[in-house]
């Protein structure tokens, strides 16, 4: 019979791999910053052309977020 209590194989992380929190603290941060300036020029944009942009403030702050958050991670 086999004893598998002891030297239980441990699943270890890849190299270079970064725990998801850390990636989620920072895209929060990112999108945190973002969203007051996505949000001022979604108003401005919408005053000086009179109708709403396509893309809403969130949307916009969000985008941003998925763009910058990987570029820290990659450098």
Do not use: C
Not at 18 to 33: D, G, H, K, S
Not at 35 to 51: C, E, N
């Amino acid at each position: 019979m086999t004893d598998f209590t002891h030297e239980t194989p441990v699943r270890e992380r890849r190299a270079g791999s970064v725990p998801m929190r850390e990636y989620y603290a920072y895209f929060a941060l990112i999108f945190a910053a973002t969203l007051p300036l996505t949000l001022l020029t979604w108003v401005l944009s919408a005053a000086r052309r009179m109708a709403l942009p396509e893309k809403g403030p969130f949307k916009s702050a969000w985008s941003q977020a998925q763009i910058i958050t990987p570029r820290i991670f990659s450098a």
